[in-house]
């Protein structure tokens, strides 16, 4: 099947060319992969130059990421040192350097492991229509429009946030579930609290019942045993062939519980 690629100086003039026969090439890991096993859901590929795609710049008290930064990018800054480790467990170098930011937000189950990260740390999505939280984003990713840059708020303290991969081929496997956890505290007490589960739904989904069980609270055992005692409210957990529904809800807990004793004693 033949292809139509497109080329824009701007995001713009590509926000401008997309359509439903259209997608947009970023690191090129899904949009080729799709491509390589004769999906003829879309006839175009459309691409930008457009510098800002590419750029990582500080904003007050975030940072911004063009859609197009690659998962190596965020590895090398400093500034995102908090978010490394969750990039370097996104597939080998050959991945992470291709692999942007921007597409793994549309990464399929069980996939999209950086974007349960976003997810916690509570990341604006910005598209052609405006900006969102990454939680409205997320539930309506399919028709969200070209994305040109993701938000990332800067954790005060950066043990504030943590983060957990479970994967039956390590370093680089699909996940059985990974979380990530932002734990901002004032005064001993933890406030504002976001705990977000990867491969237990469509897309990355937010542990609604750990995060009340844990708001406000100081964490200590009994609270981590009061969270995980309701992890699996807000989450879906599928069956695929990594896994069973079955099991994902049987470890889910255990799992919570480990990411969050070590950040206990971090």
């Known amino acids: 099947m033949a292809f139509t690629i497109e080329t824009y100086a701007t995001t713009a003039e590509a926000a401008r060319a997309m359509g439903a026969d259209a997608r947009f090439l970023a690191g090129g890991t899904l949009v080729m992969r799709d491509v390589n096993a004769g999906d003829q859901s879309f006839t175009r590929i459309i691409r930008s130059t457009d510098p800002a795609l ?51 937000l549309f990464a399929p189950h069980p996939y ?29 990713r399919d028709r969200s429009g070209l994305v040109t840059e993701i938000l990332i708020p800067r954790p005060r303290d950066p043990g504030s946030f943590g983060w957990h991969k479970v994967s039956r081929t390590k370093p680089k496997g699909a996940s059985v579930m990974s979380i990530a956890a932002y734990l901002p505290r004032e ?14 739904g469509g897309h990355p989904l937010r542990a609604t019942g750990a995060e009340r069980a844990l708001e406000g609270q100081s964490l200590d055992a009994s609270t981590i045993a009061r969270a995980a005692a309701v992890t699996l409210e807000g989450l879906s957990p599928p069956t695929d062939p990594l896994a069973s529904e079955w099991y994902r809800r049987e470890v889910a807990a255990v799992h919570l519980t480990r990411l969050l004793t070590r950040m206990e004693r971090s």
């Not at 001993?188 to 237990?200: H, L």
């Open 187 to 200: 005064g001993g007490r933890i406030r504002n609290v976001r705990i977000a589960f990867g491969a237990m």
């Open 54 to 104: 590419t750029a990582i710049r500080g904003t007050g008290d975030g940072i911004s990421v063009g859609a197009c930064v690659t998962l190596h990018q965020i590895v090398a800054n400093p500034d995102l040192a908090f978010l490394a480790p969750v990039a370097r467990q996104v597939g080998g170098p050959q991945v992470r350097n291709m692999g942007t930011v921007g597409g793994n």
């Open 112 to 140: 999209g492991d950086f974007t349960v990260a976003l997810l916690a740390i509570g990341a604006k999505v910005t598209t052609a229509q405006g900006q969102k939280p990454v939680d409205d984003f997320l539930r309506d």
